[in-house]
T-cell receptor, first 116, second 109 residues
């Protein structure tokens, strides 16, 4: 089974801190995604990556950046955390479109980030 | 108006009841996903549909492309089915999914 691992389940940070959220997948997936989930709003895409060193902005990229130096790892960076970035952050991965036989999205268990 | 609308937002059922959750979308799509999220956050993919109907155990998902509508049915519901059920669509082009806000299901014993 595909495993998508997020480094922290709960995280508490202070306003202005730099925050790193790490995500690792073990099935050689090309696509990786970072979402945030807020009550009543559903999942919203922050950034995604379809290959090493490639990244594209999602719907709400402001205040975030990402890094994909290796295929299996996709990091989300909050350069200067703010209280409105308190949320559940979910990482996901999937096969590339050209290799997609069964288009299935695999999620990590999420990181609940609180910014005080 | 959101591109993906789910109904109902909240649903409480008695064990054994037949449950239907609906998803309507406003854009042309190439695929629709149904996902399940249990308390604690983990999300599991249940189905991916581009036409017709799929069944897995007590879960059935249908899609009507012309009407831009999908339903997720749960037969003989059980308390362990209690979760948030999320509909997501992928547009005709690209990799991005657009998610509904989710339906919170509680099945009482």
């Amino acid at each position: 089974d595909v495993k998508v691992t997020q480094s922290s389940r709960y995280l508490v940070k202070r306003t202005g801190e730099k925050v790193f959220l790490e995500c690792v997948q073990d099935m050689d997936h090309e696509n990786m995604f970072w979402y945030r989930q807020d009550p009543g709003l559903g999942l919203r895409l922050i950034y995604f990556s379809y290959d090493v060193k490639m990244k594209e902005k999602g719907d709400i990229p402001e205040g975030y950046s990402v890094s994909r130096e290796k295929k299996e790892r996709f990091s989300l960076i909050l350069e200067s955390a703010s209280t409105n970035q308190t949320s559940m952050y979910l990482c996901a991965s999937s096969l590339a479109l050209r290799r997609r036989l069964n288009e299935k999205l695999f999620f990590g268990s999420g990181t609940q980030l609180s910014v005080l | 108006k959101n591109e993906v609308e789910q109904s109902p937002q909240n649903l409480t059922a008695q064990e054994g009841e037949f449950i239907t959750i609906n998803c309507s979308y406003s854009v042309g799509i190439s695929a629709l996903h149904w996902l399940q999220q249990h308390p604690g956050g983990g999300i599991v993919s249940l189905f991916m549909l581009s036409s017709g109907k799929k069944k897995h155990g007590r879960l059935i998902a249908t899609i009507n492309i012309q009407e831009k509508h999908s339903s997720l049915h749960i037969t003989a519901s059980h308390p362990r089915d209690s979760a948030v059920y999320i509909c997501a669509v992928r547009g005709e082009y690209g990799n991005k999914l657009v998610f509904g806000a989710g339906t919170i299901l509680r099945v009482k014993s």
